[in-house]
């Protein structure tokens, strides 16, 4: 039987030590700042992006994987017979899935391509399970399946306190981005079946913190729930306030608070954050 290896994109929040650990291959976006272009997780950090974007001419510009780069990786890994699993972020916000899929069909590898619908620790969550099942000896089937569980039981919440890149990025029409600035209005976004939908907007953090304060209650009568994610753009302590108020209902997962990766601060803005969590889909 051949070996499966599990690829996915710079987009998913995961840590060096779990990419080295679980055997994860990653295809890097990149980024340009002021005519500068960076690669992800290789040239720049998170944290390293946050500072250049903060004081950038204009707002930096993403770019999706090239097809050469996912061929050339998916051909590599395929060279002992392995078979691979592509798990990559959701098509709302990156054409990298297709970039993926389209390279599946040219690449001498076996490749099953995977749009996660999700992104960052969101994404990070099925990558995982994929790689765990994948150094088990688990068969293409039963990873796919698990990894679609896993998708299946994952919500993703993010807070948006300044509109300037997500207008910027053409995201939210210049008109009404001009508005929402004007009145102080920031906005929650729940990214679900692969899609961006405003969950809430209004004036000042207040309204922010109303409607987490009603996903953390939502979370506290969530049983099972195994993995709690917190990322933001420069938006620490936001991030860390939250952390501080799940720690005691969830004393036995760990809560995982980080930087964000720069394709998404680029979209939400600095001081953006969002709250991640998966419950057990075996349960």
Do not use: W
């Amino acid at each position: 039987m051949s070996r499966i290896k599990i690829v996915t994109d710079s987009s998913a929040g995961l840590t060096d030590e779990e990419v080295k650990e679980n055997n994860i291959t990653i295809v890097p976006l990149t980024v340009m700042v002021d005519g500068t272009i960076y690669v992800e997780r290789e040239s720049i950090t998170n944290d390293e992006f946050i500072t250049k974007m903060e004081t950038a001419k204009a707002l930096p510009k993403t770019s999706q994987p090239s097809l050469g780069a996912f061929v050339e990786t998916f051909d590599r890994l395929g060279e002992d017979g392995s078979s691979v699993i592509c798990i990559d972020m959701l098509e709302a916000i990156s054409g990298t899935v297709h970039a993926a899929e389209q390279a599946a069909t040219l690449s001498k590898t076996d490749v099953t391509v995977i749009d996660s619908q999700t992104t960052d620790r969101a994404l990070a969550f099925q990558v995982l399970e994929a790689a765990k099942l994948a150094n088990e000896g688990a068969d293409k089937q039963t990873i796919i399946d698990a990894v679609a569980k896993v998708r299946d039981h994952t919500k993703l919440y993010m807070g948006i306190v300044n509109l300037d890149n997500i207008v910027k990025g053409g995201r939210l029409s210049k008109a009404a981005g001009a508005i929402t600035s004007l009145l102080n209005i920031k906005i929650v976004l729940e990214v679900t079946d692969g899609e961006l939908k405003i969950r809430s907007k209004g004036r000042g953090m207040k309204n922010i913190k109303k409607y987490f304060d009603k996903v953390i209650d939502q979370m506290a009568h969530t049983p099972n729930i195994r993995q709690i994610g917190i990322s933001h753009a420069d938006g620490l302590d936001s991030a860390n306030k939250l952390a501080e108020r799940l720690a005691p209902l969830f004393p036995n997962v760990n809560i995982l608070v980080r930087e964000t990766v720069p394709i998404i601060a680029t979209y939400a803005g600095v001081g953006a954050f969002a709250l991640m969590y998966e419950t057990d889909p075996t349960a």
